[in-house]
């Protein structure tokens, strides 16, 4: 089954300095891939999807980009954070043809001072 | 549009007792449904999910849910809550492809001793 790691796991950063946080997923190949954020006391928002590499879908208008720059990573990046960027960021890919489950990292909590 | 609400932004239940947490959903279609398990600082757990045929689904962790179309819901059930059933849980609906679900704000459950 897929297992899906996030980097870092915890991070705190300025405004205004460049964010990277990574995805990596292993037991599959060429999956789709989720960017989601949770904010404190909030559902989740889908942000980014990619069906393959080099292809990216933005969900909503933001400060972010995503980049799949190989088949099982997935990047999400800020040239210059702002304070509403702060959250709780989870990757996640399909668990499999027809099961309609995601499966998620352990997810990537962001905190912008 | 579509649309899922989880009424209940925290649930406290004593342990021992039961537990059901509500779901509503505007869909225009026959949806999918799922309910996710979110532990403090982690990723998401699926617990069960609906696709068709029985309407009382059962999951992991005993749990199960109830699809009752004529009411829009799929609420969560649990005949007795343990300690470490405290985590927040979300409600999400298939959005055609892509797995792009939508998603509850999510009912945060606490247990009292």
């Known amino acids: ?113 | 549009a579509q649309s899922v609400t989880q009424p209940d932004i925290h649930i406290t239940v004593s342990e021992g007792a039961s537990l059901e947490l509500r779901c509503n959903y505007s869909y225009g279609a026959t949806p999918y449904l799922f309910w996710y398990v979110q532990s403090p600082g982690q990723g998401l757990q699926l617990l069960l999910k609906y696709f068709s045929g029985d309407t009382l689904v059962q999951g992991i962790k005993g749990f199960e849910a109830e699809f009752k179309r004529s009411q829009s819901s799929f609420n969560l059930r649990k005949p007795s809550v343990h300690w470490s059933d405290a985590a927040e849980y979300f409600c999400a609906v298939g959005a055609g492809s892509n797995y792009q679900l939508i998603w509850g704000a999510g009912t945060k459950l606490i247990i009292k001793p």
């Open chain 1, 1 to 113: 089954s897929q297992t899906i790691h996030q980097w870092p796991a915890t991070l705190v950063q300025p405004v205004g300095s460049p964010l990277s946080l990574e995805c990596t997923v292993e037991g599959t190949s060429n999956p789709n891939l989720y960017w989601y954020r949770q904010a404190a006391g909030r559902g989740l928002q889908l942000l980014f999807y990619s069906v393959g590499i080099g292809q990216i879908s933005s969900e909503v208008p933001q400060n972010l980009s995503a980049s799949r720059p190989q088949d099982r990573q997935f990047i999400l990046s800020s040239k210059k954070l702002l304070l509403s960027d702060s959250g709780f960021y989870l990757c996640a890919c399909p668990g499999g043809p027809g099961t309609g489950e995601l499966f998620f990292g352990e997810g990537s909590r962001l905190t912008v001072l």
